[in-house]
C-alpha cells in the first residue's frame, strides 16, 4: 500500500516539479549552444535572470500560498505599481523619508491582504471579484496619486539599488580587454530570504499544512476541526504582503513609476506558478516549482532579447503555450488520480 501511494505521489505532483526543472534546464542550454558567442554563456546571464525576476519571486511566492487555498489574486500587479508610485511621490515629490515609505508600502499591503482576505474567507464572496475590485482600487489610487511617470531619486533608494555583490569567480574580459566579474544586487538576496522563508512555512508549520488542507478538500478541512475561514484571510493577508515586499524590489530594479507599470504582472506571477506545478484548484504546490517557473519566463525573454530580431511578444506566446501545456498535464494527472482511487 504504502508503495503504491508513493509511486502516486511520485507520478503526480512532484512530476510536475520535475518536468519544470527539466524543462528549464534544456531551455538554457538552447539558448547557450544558440547564443553562446552573444554571452548567453556567461554567470552575469544567468545571474540577471534573478536580479530581474527578484520582485516577480516574492509576488509569484505570495500567489502560490492563495492557490494553494484554491484561490486567486489579480490584484497584485495593480499593487506593485502602487507600491512604485508610493516610493516615487512619497520619497522625490513630498520629501518623506524613504525608510518611512518603505514602511507604509508594507504596512499598506498588509491592511490590504487582510481587507481582501475577510471578504473572501469570512463573507464567501469569490476571489476572483474581490481581487478584481482590488485591482482596479489599486490602478486608479496610483493614478490618483500622480498621473506622470515619476523617476525614483531618492539618494538611500538610490544607494539599495546600486548595491553591487561581486562574485570572485565567473569573470571574463570583454571587447575593451577589461575583466568583467559577475554580480548580485541585494534585491536577489531578499527574495531568496523570502524564498526560504516561505518554504520552511509551507513545510514545517501548522499553517503551512492547513493552507493544503484548505485546498485539497475544504469540507474535509473543517471536518478535521481547521479554521478555514482564518487560513484564508491569512493567505491573502501574506499573499499581499509579500507583494508588497515585490513591489519594493520591483521599485528598486526599474527606479520609476508609472500608472501603466507592472500590466500584466500578476498574469506573469499566476503562470510562474502553474508552471511550476502548483495547481489552480489548489491544494498542491511549492515555492521551489515557483521559482523554476519564474526562471523559465526570465529565459524566455533573455533568449528574445538575445536573438535581436524577434518581437517581445513572442515571449508572451511561448508563455501562453507552456502554460496551456502545464494545464493539460495538471488535468491528465488529476484524471489519473481519480481514476486509481
Same mark, same amino acid.
Given at each position: 500500500?504504502?508503495?503504491?501511494?508513493?509511486?502516486?505521489?511520485?507520478?503526480?505532483?512532484?512530476?510536475? #516539479?520535475?518536468?519544470?526543472?527539466?524543462?528549464?534546464?534544456?531551455?538554457?542550454?538552447?539558448?547557450?549552444?544558440?547564443?553562446?558567442?552573444?554571452?548567453?554563456?556567461?554567470?552575469?546571464?544567468?545571474?540577471?535572470?534573478?536580479?530581474?525576476?527578484?520582485? &516577480?519571486?516574492?509576488?509569484?511566492?505570495?500567489?502560490?500560498?492563495?492557490? #494553494?487555498?484554491?484561490? *486567486?489574486? *489579480?490584484?497584485?500587479?495593480?499593487?506593485?505599481?502602487?507600491?512604485?508610485?508610493?516610493?516615487?511621490?512619497?520619497?522625490?515629490?513630498?520629501?518623506?523619508?524613504?525608510?518611512?515609505?518603505? @514602511?507604509?508600502?508594507?504596512?499598506?499591503?498588509?491592511?490590504?491582504?487582510?481587507? =481582501?482576505?475577510?471578504?473572501?474567507?469570512?463573507? @464567501?464572496?469569490?476571489?476572483?471579484?474581490? $481581487?478584481?475590485?482590488?485591482?482596479?482600487?489599486?490602478?486608479?489610487?496610483?493614478?490618483?496619486?500622480?498621473?506622470?511617470?515619476?523617476?525614483?531619486?531618492? %539618494?538611500?533608494?538610490?544607494? &539599495?539599488?546600486?548595491?553591487?555583490? !561581486?562574485? %570572485?569567480?565567473?569573470?571574463?574580459?570583454?571587447?575593451?580587454?577589461?575583466?568583467?566579474? %559577475?554580480?548580485?544586487?541585494? !534585491?536577489?538576496?531578499?527574495?531568496?530570504?523570502?524564498?526560504?522563508?516561505?518554504?520552511?512555512?509551507?513545510?514545517? $508549520?501548522?499553517? @503551512?499544512?492547513?493552507?493544503?488542507?484548505?485546498?485539497?478538500? +475544504?469540507?474535509?478541512?473543517?471536518?478535521?476541526?481547521?479554521?478555514?475561514?482564518? $487560513?484564508?484571510?491569512?493567505?491573502?493577508?501574506?499573499?499581499?504582503?509579500?507583494?508588497?515586499?515585490?513591489? *519594493?524590489?520591483?521599485?528598486? /530594479?526599474?527606479? =520609476?513609476?508609472?500608472?501603466?507599470?507592472?500590466?500584466?504582472?500578476?498574469?506573469?506571477? *499566476?503562470?510562474?506558478?502553474?508552471?511550476?506545478?502548483?495547481?489552480?484548484?489548489?491544494?498542491?504546490?511549492?515555492?521551489?516549482?515557483?521559482?523554476?517557473?519564474?526562471?523559465?519566463?526570465?529565459?524566455?525573454?533573455?533568449?528574445?532579447?538575445?536573438?535581436?530580431?524577434?518581437?517581445?511578444?513572442?515571449? /508572451?506566446?511561448? $508563455?501562453?503555450?507552456?502554460?496551456?501545456?502545464?494545464?493539460?498535464? =495538471?488535468?491528465?494527472?488529476?484524471? &489519473?488520480? +481519480?481514476? /486509481?482511487?
Amino acid at each position: 500500500m504504502n508503495t503504491k501511494l508513493k509511486k502516486q505521489r511520485i507520478g503526480g505532483n512532484q512530476l510536475l #516539479l520535475y518536468i519544470t526543472m527539466a524543462l528549464f534546464v534544456v531551455m538554457y542550454l538552447v539558448g547557450c549552444i544558440l547564443y553562446s558567442g552573444k554571452g548567453f554563456t556567461h554567470l552575469q546571464t544567468f545571474l540577471n535572470l534573478f536580479i530581474t525576476n527578484a520582485g &516577480l519571486v516574492c509576488v509569484a511566492c505570495g500567489l502560490t500560498v492563495v492557490m #494553494l487555498t484554491g484561490g *486567486i489574486d *489579480i490584484s497584485v500587479g495593480s499593487l506593485v505599481a502602487l507600491d512604485c508610485m508610493l516610493l516615487a511621490y512619497g520619497t522625490s515629490t513630498l520629501g518623506i523619508p524613504a525608510v518611512v515609505m518603505l @514602511g507604509i508600502c508594507l504596512v499598506f499591503g498588509i491592511l490590504f491582504g487582510l481587507w =481582501q482576505g475577510f471578504l473572501v474567507g469570512y463573507l @464567501g464572496i469569490q476571489p476572483f471579484i474581490v $481581487t478584481m475590485a482590488g485591482l482596479y482600487f489599486c490602478r486608479g489610487l496610483t493614478a490618483c496619486i500622480c498621473s506622470d511617470q515619476l523617476s525614483i531619486d531618492d %539618494p538611500v533608494l538610490s544607494a &539599495l539599488a546600486n548595491i553591487k555583490i !561581486t562574485l %570572485p569567480f565567473g569573470g571574463y574580459v570583454n571587447n575593451k580587454g577589461k575583466q568583467m566579474l %559577475p554580480f548580485l544586487r541585494v !534585491t536577489v538576496l531578499v527574495a531568496i530570504v523570502v524564498l526560504v522563508a516561505i518554504f520552511l512555512l509551507l513545510k514545517y $508549520t501548522k499553517f @503551512g499544512r492547513s493552507l493544503y488542507a484548505v485546498g485539497g478538500s +475544504e469540507q474535509s478541512a473543517k471536518m478535521m476541526g481547521l479554521n478555514t475561514r482564518r $487560513t484564508k484571510l491569512l493567505a491573502y493577508t501574506l499573499s499581499s504582503t509579500l507583494c508588497s515586499i515585490g513591489g *519594493i524590489l520591483y521599485a528598486l /530594479n526599474t527606479m =520609476q513609476a508609472s500608472v501603466q507599470q507592472a500590466k500584466g504582472f500578476e498574469m506573469d506571477a *499566476i503562470a510562474s506558478s502553474v508552471i511550476g506545478g502548483t495547481l489552480l484548484t489548489g491544494g498542491v504546490g511549492n515555492v521551489v516549482g515557483t521559482l523554476f517557473g519564474v526562471m523559465i519566463n526570465g529565459t524566455i525573454s533573455t533568449i528574445i532579447k538575445t536573438n535581436g530580431k524577434l518581437l517581445s511578444s513572442w515571449a /508572451n506566446i511561448a $508563455t501562453a503555450a507552456l502554460l496551456c501545456f502545464f494545464i493539460i498535464l =495538471q488535468a491528465v494527472f488529476a484524471a &489519473l488520480k +481519480e481514476k /486509481n482511487k
